[in-house]
């Protein structure tokens, strides 16, 4: 199985910071890699996919990079909704595999 | 607007059985190959199932193969996870999450909003 490394396992960031979440596959995923965002009680939403396409509704702050084993999401300016929590997914192999994920918290 | 909406969690003894139900709306749900995901508390995301549009090709996790059974009725619109055997270790949301198309290589772009499985004597 593919393993997902999310690093850190929590951000601390003040409002209108930026932040840097990243992610490591064990092995190459090419750009098969999707971000997810889930706060307390809700399902996860789907932020982004292909490495790098925002999901439809998605905000423009948020963004994707990365192929192969190494992928980052930035949020170029963190509004009070974004606090939450970040899983990275790989959907190049069975069985897909989620990080553990990063928790961005208020600073 | 799509919909997903899971039924038929609840407490079950270990060795125990239960069947969850995913009802879809705001799409062609034939059209959609489907998931299962579960989170424990505390925890975080993982993958148990695909089955796709036409019931062909199914996948499952390593730790439900053999105890849990994946089946959609196209004609009402629902998927289902028959879960048998079950562990302390299987407490947790479930939720149903719709693959991004039919085939190939997609994300799960819609889920819905869980339903909890608590397995405890």
């Known amino acids: 199985d593919i393993v997902m490394t999310q690093s850190p396992a929590t951000l601390s960031v003040s409002p209108g910071e930026r932040a840097t979440l990243s992610c490591r596959a064990s092995?190459?995923?090419?750009?098969?890699l999707a971000w997810y965002q889930q706060k307390p009680g809700q399902a996860p939403r789907l932020l982004i996919h292909?490495?790098?396409t925002r999901a439809t509704g998605i905000p423009d702050r948020f963004s994707g990079s990365g192929s192969g084993t190494e992928f980052t999401l930035t949020i170029s300016s963190l509004q009070s909704e974004d606090f939450a929590v970040y899983y990275c997914?790989?959907?190049?192999?069975?069985?897909?595999?989620f990080g553990q994920g990063t928790k961005v918290e208020i600073k | 607007e799509v919909q997903l909406v899971e039924s038929g969690g609840g407490l079950v003894q270990p060795g125990g059985s239960l069947r969850l139900s995913c009802a879809a709306s705001?799409?062609?749900?034939?059209?959609?190959?489907m998931n299962w995901v579960r989170q424990a508390p505390g925890k975080g995301l993982e993958w148990l199932s695909y089955?796709?549009?036409?019931?062909?090709?199914?996948y499952y996790a390593d730790s439900v193969r053999g105890r849990f059974t994946v089946s959609r009725d196209n004609a009402e619109n629902s998927l289902y996870l028959q879960m048998n055997g079950l562990r302390d270790e299987d407490t947790a949301i479930y939720y149903c999450?719709?693959?991004?198309?039919?085939?190939?290589?997609?994300?799960?772009?819609?889920w819905g909003q869980g339903v909890l499985v608590t397995v405890s004597s």
């Open positions: 999450a719709r693959y991004m198309d039919a085939f190939g290589y997609y994300p799960f772009d819609y």
């Open positions: 705001g799409f062609t749900f034939s059209s959609y190959s």
């Open positions: 089955l796709g549009t036409g019931s062909q090709t199914i």
């Open positions: 092995r190459s995923v090419t750009s098969h």
């Open positions: 292909g490495a790098s």
């Open positions: 997914q790989q959907y190049n192999n069975w069985p897909r595999t």
